[in-house]
């Protein structure tokens, strides 16, 4: 699925702030490769079902024996094996006796020290990697993790890796053991050792994701093979909200577009970055925040929410609205399945320029059946114009009013929310009195 900076900065999914995107919410990988590795997987959303599949199969065969995952592979482990690599030391013997092993562990006391504090961290790495192999590696194994494991085993498969067979700790070892299994990694090993880590950078991804649909109790969304764009889901939500009220949806083909109001503060913006953030975590294979979801492989995913101008360019907000409309429409042209999410069209002009421009943009984007809109707006008064097309339907968020305090109920309702309440918003949190003293 294609998807470009702007939509992936829109959807806060890998947001270089860190804490706030959704990549830091779902990273619960044990080593930086890891880490890193999803982050790629982020990147490079998955283009057909059949890869989709492949991972949630593999998710799924890691939960099912999340127990046996091998606790001795650390982040500590992975950075001491590569400073071992980086590091000068003495020549280690290939063969050494018992006395000229306990000669260089004599003479060489700190090169030893790193070597047998290196080959420690080796030994429970490869150790792990042949559970993972035990464990998952199997005719039935899902093909993405069958695939990873078979390219490890035909690397670990070594006279030197039986010792690591037969002991479980690398201190059962001799001196001139361990001598030697330091000696083949150092200078034998180390180009098939950075492979090993590459490998488990992808399997500790893997596992990352699979906590993370744990954690956060995500489901497994059903991709279905169809030409059109499609999407169905139940009690969907926004995973890093911390009390969400889920949402029922449904797009297709006969009812593509979606055209959204509600007041400030309703749940407008929260809604289309939820359909977003979802649909991008189904194309990486991930589980999603809903009670159950329904797809069609989207080929690409675009947004419209955070535009700004450029002072440097001499850009205006409005300009690059435009722009990026313009961009949209290009993109989209061709024929492919897309998702298209707008979030409150030309901000960046005054009221009558933006209802004129917004049903324009509107009706030519209804001649579009190949992909799905959402678009949010205040203009409600558009609607009515638009309502003689059979493939936009009309949902609102409704703001109840109690005294002097807004309820929010964050239920979809059909039709069109004509409440403007901006000034009621300024007047409640003592703007108007401020600016009434003055």
């Given at each position: 699925m294609e998807i470009d900076k702007t939509t992936l900065s829109d959807l806060s999914l890998?947001?270089?702030?860190?804490?706030?995107?959704?990549?830091?919410?779902?990273?619960?990988?044990?080593?930086?490769?890891?880490?890193?590795?999803?982050?790629?997987?982020?990147?490079r959303p998955l283009k057909s079902i059949e890869a989709i599949e492949g991972v949630q199969q593999t998710l799924q065969a890691i939960l099912d024996d999340l127990e046996l995952w091998p606790n001795q592979i650390s982040n500590g482990s992975i950075m001491m094996i590569e400073k071992f690599y980086q590091t000068s030391v003495e020549l280690i013997p290939k063969n050494a006796s018992k006395i000229s092993a306990h000669s260089y562990k004599l003479f060489n006391r700190a090169d030893f020290s790193l070597v047998e504090y290196s080959v420690g961290h080796s030994f429970d790495f490869i150790k792990g990697m042949q559970q993972l192999i035990n464990i998952f590696l199997t005719p039935q194994s899902p093909a993405p993790i069958k695939k990873v494991l078979a390219a490890v085993k035909a690397i670990i498969e070594q006279d030197e890796f039986q010792i690591i067979k037969k002991n479980n700790k690398a201190t059962n070892l001799s001196i001139a053991q361990q001598l030697h299994l330091g000696h083949f990694l150092k200078y034998q090993f180390k180009r098939n050792m950075q492979e090993l880590l590459n490998y488990y950078?992808?399997?500790?991804?893997?596992?990352?994701?699979?906590?993370?649909?744990?954690?956060?109790?995500?489901?497994?969304?059903?991709?279905?093979?169809?030409?059109?764009?499609?999407?169905?889901?139940?009690?969907?939500?926004?995973l890093q909200l911390n009390s969400p009220t889920g949402y029922d949806l449904s797009l297709d083909e006969q009812s593509n577009f979606l055209f959204l109001t509600g007041a400030n503060m309703a749940g407008k913006s929260t809604l289309i970055k939820s359909v977003g953030t979802a649909v991008f975590l189904a194309h990486i294979g991930m589980g999603v925040p809903a009670k159950n979801m329904k797809l069609s492989l989207f080929d690409g995913l675009l947004s419209n929410i955070n535009v700004t101008d450029n002072l440097l360019k001499g850009e205006s907000y409005f300009y690059n609205e435009v722009h990026r409309i313009k961009s949209t429409v290009e993109k989209i042209s061709d024929g492919r399945k897309w998702l298209i999410l707008i979030d409150e069209l030309f901000k960046g002009t005054n009221v009558e320029d933006a209802m004129k421009c917004s049903t324009t943009v509107i009706k030519g984007l209804l001649k579009m059946k190949n992909s799905l809109f959402i678009l949010s707006t205040h203009l409600y008064e558009i609607g009515d114009e638009l309502k003689i097309f059979p493939n936009i339907r009309f949902n609102y968020f409704e703001t109840l009013v109690k005294g002097d305090q807004l309820?929010?109920?964050?239920?979809?309702?059909?039709?069109?929310s004509v409440d403007r309440l901006g000034y009621f918003i300024l007047k409640k949190e003592g703007v108007v009195e401020l600016l009434e003293k003055l």
């Amino acid at each position: 699925m294609e998807i470009d900076k702007t939509t992936l900065s829109d959807l806060s999914l890998i947001d270089t702030e860190g804490e706030f995107s959704v990549f830091h919410h779902l990273n619960l990988c044990r080593t930086i490769g890891g880490r890193d590795q999803l982050f790629e997987n982020f990147k490079r959303p998955l283009k057909s079902i059949e890869a989709i599949e492949g991972v949630q199969q593999t998710l799924q065969a890691i939960l099912d024996d999340l127990e046996l995952w091998p606790n001795q592979i650390s982040n500590g482990s992975i950075m001491m094996i590569e400073k071992f690599y980086q590091t000068s030391v003495e020549l280690i013997p290939k063969n050494a006796s018992k006395i000229s092993a306990h000669s260089y562990k004599l003479f060489n006391r700190a090169d030893f020290s790193l070597v047998e504090y290196s080959v420690g961290h080796s030994f429970d790495f490869i150790k792990g990697m042949q559970q993972l192999i035990n464990i998952f590696l199997t005719p039935q194994s899902p093909a993405p993790i069958k695939k990873v494991l078979a390219a490890v085993k035909a690397i670990i498969e070594q006279d030197e890796f039986q010792i690591i067979k037969k002991n479980n700790k690398a201190t059962n070892l001799s001196i001139a053991q361990q001598l030697h299994l330091g000696h083949f990694l150092k200078y034998q090993f180390k180009r098939n050792m950075q492979e090993l880590l590459n490998y488990y950078a992808q399997l500790d991804a893997w596992y990352g994701m699979a906590m993370a649909v744990k954690e956060y109790q995500l489901n497994f969304p059903e991709l279905v093979e169809i030409d059109r764009p499609f999407l169905q889901a139940k009690g969907l939500y926004h995973l890093q909200l911390n009390s969400p009220t889920g949402y029922d949806l449904s797009l297709d083909e006969q009812s593509n577009f979606l055209f959204l109001t509600g007041a400030n503060m309703a749940g407008k913006s929260t809604l289309i970055k939820s359909v977003g953030t979802a649909v991008f975590l189904a194309h990486i294979g991930m589980g999603v925040p809903a009670k159950n979801m329904k797809l069609s492989l989207f080929d690409g995913l675009l947004s419209n929410i955070n535009v700004t101008d450029n002072l440097l360019k001499g850009e205006s907000y409005f300009y690059n609205e435009v722009h990026r409309i313009k961009s949209t429409v290009e993109k989209i042209s061709d024929g492919r399945k897309w998702l298209i999410l707008i979030d409150e069209l030309f901000k960046g002009t005054n009221v009558e320029d933006a209802m004129k421009c917004s049903t324009t943009v509107i009706k030519g984007l209804l001649k579009m059946k190949n992909s799905l809109f959402i678009l949010s707006t205040h203009l409600y008064e558009i609607g009515d114009e638009l309502k003689i097309f059979p493939n936009i339907r009309f949902n609102y968020f409704e703001t109840l009013v109690k005294g002097d305090q807004l309820f929010f109920n964050y239920q979809l309702k059909e039709g069109i929310s004509v409440d403007r309440l901006g000034y009621f918003i300024l007047k409640k949190e003592g703007v108007v009195e401020l600016l009434e003293k003055l």
